[in-house]
């Protein structure tokens, strides 16, 4: 089984967004430019590294180009058995499963960057990266600070992330090495993510979470708040609104996908440190980054490695021969049309919804059993869009 894993704020780096301008996932930046109100072309092919180390462009530039390589890897017809993000990402892995809408997407992440900026700014803090020390000894370190300073982080076996205000984050750095801490990293960021200093930032979340009312999913996606599969669009509201101020345990995300029969990790996205962190987690772990067009041709042949070593489909995995799909004419945000829900008796031609301006017309006739695709999920080209039973 493969899980799509997609990385966080950080990961930004200047012009990568050059590779994708001919691709024809590069209309998703123009869809979230008109969404967000911000230029994000001009952020992926212009802005500097300081520009976007503003938590702001960081986190929709970065989670615009995740969702651009998601784009291109469905285009190819191939789907995950689970999703996770990390931080940031967990919103991208929710898009990428349809329990957020693309436009709903964008909307919260441009909120949720906005007020983490503001919580940074009421309460400053930083970050730093401590290396080569057990998760315990770490957070003995930060008790022994005796100020304020928590552990944000557990990325991998040996890599954890503390963050607080900058007076205790430099007194567990003290302790950290006293305890045998191989080096200690401070992170350039601007505020002290996913501690009680973003208490301000989950309240003014809550809102924007419910408004967009995660959906459930078929594809479940491992929560940082727990390390567990979620597919309960009531769950994630819950979940997102913890995650600002609650660890990322991405190490115990990744264990859990290994316990669940994940085998490939494929990360999506700029950067590739999530690809590293697997490595070091999970033992025999085949893994994967993609960031631009270039590296899907890699992505195919990896693939169909994964493919040549499993086992046999067993015989009848397949539509059977009264039954029919019926995929995008093209690639945008699937709208339903409200007048054929599940159960309808369908003629040839008729109209289930739209995707993009296009109409998604039925090539067949017959009973409509229901929508494979989610009412404002972004579609690709080809994609199955609902599937009928021949009359």
Same mark, same amino acid.
């Given at each position: ?72 890897? *469905?285009?190819?017809? $191939? ?6 993000? &990390? =931080?940031? #990402? @967990?919103?991208? %892995? ?123 999913? *078929?594809?479940?996606? $491992? ?6 599969? &979620? =597919?309960? #669009? @009531?769950?994630? %509201? ?154």
């Amino acid at each position: 089984m493969l899980a799509f894993t997609f990385p966080g704020q950080g990961s930004q780096r200047p012009g990568m967004g050059r590779p994708w301008v001919d691709h024809d996932s590069w209309e998703l930046v123009e869809e979230a430019s008109s969404i967000s109100g911000k230029d994000v072309a001009r952020l992926l092919l212009d802005a500097d590294a300081d520009e976007l180390k503003d938590t702001r462009n960081a986190q929709l530039t970065t989670y615009v180009s995740s969702l651009m390589v998601l784009d291109a890897v *469905e285009r190819l017809g $191939i789907e995950p058995s689970f999703c996770a993000g &990390h =931080s940031l #990402g @967990e919103y991208t %892995a929710l898009t990428a499963t349809g329990a957020l809408g693309f436009e709903d997407g964008i909307a919260l992440v441009v909120e949720r960057a906005a007020a983490m900026h503001d919580a940074g700014n009421e309460s400053p803090g930083t970050m730093s990266a401590v290396l080569g020390l057990d998760d315990e000894d770490v957070e003995i370190a930060c008790r022994r600070a005796d100020s304020d300073v928590w552990v944000a982080n557990f990325n991998a076996p040996g890599q954890v992330v503390i963050a607080g205000s900058p007076s205790g984050v430099a007194a567990a750095s003290i302790h950290a090495k006293e305890l045998g801490a191989k080096k200690v990293m401070p992170l350039q960021v601007s505020g002290a993510f996913h501690t009680p200093f973003m208490t301000a930032a989950r309240d003014r979340l809550r809102l924007a979470i419910a408004s967009a009312q995660p959906r459930d999913t *078929e594809v479940a996606v $491992i929560s940082n708040v727990d390390a567990l599969a &979620h =597919s309960s #669009g @009531e769950e994630w %509201a819950s979940l997102l609104s913890a995650q600002l101020s609650s660890p990322v345990r991405w190490k115990h995300s990744l264990l859990t996908m290994a316990e669940l029969g994940v085998t490939g990790f494929v990360e999506l996205g700029p950067g590739g440190v999530l690809t590293g962190m697997a490595k070091r987690t999970v033992d025999d772990a085949r893994t994967i980054s993609v960031a631009t067009p270039d590296e899907l041709d890699k992505l195919i042949d990896w693939v169909n490695k994964s493919l040549s070593t499993a086992p046999a489909p067993l015989e009848g995995e397949h539509l059977f021969a009264v039954e029919r799909l019926i995929v995008s004419p093209c690639a945008g945000v699937f709208t339903v049309d409200t007048a054929h829900p599940a159960g309808t008796s369908i003629a040839v031609g008729e109209v289930l919804g739209t995707v993009a301006d296009q109409e998604v017309r039925s090539p067949f006739a017959g009973i409509l059993q229901s929508y494979i695709a989610v009412e404002g999920e972004r579609v690709t080209h080809r994609q199955p869009i609902a599937w009928l039973r021949s009359n």
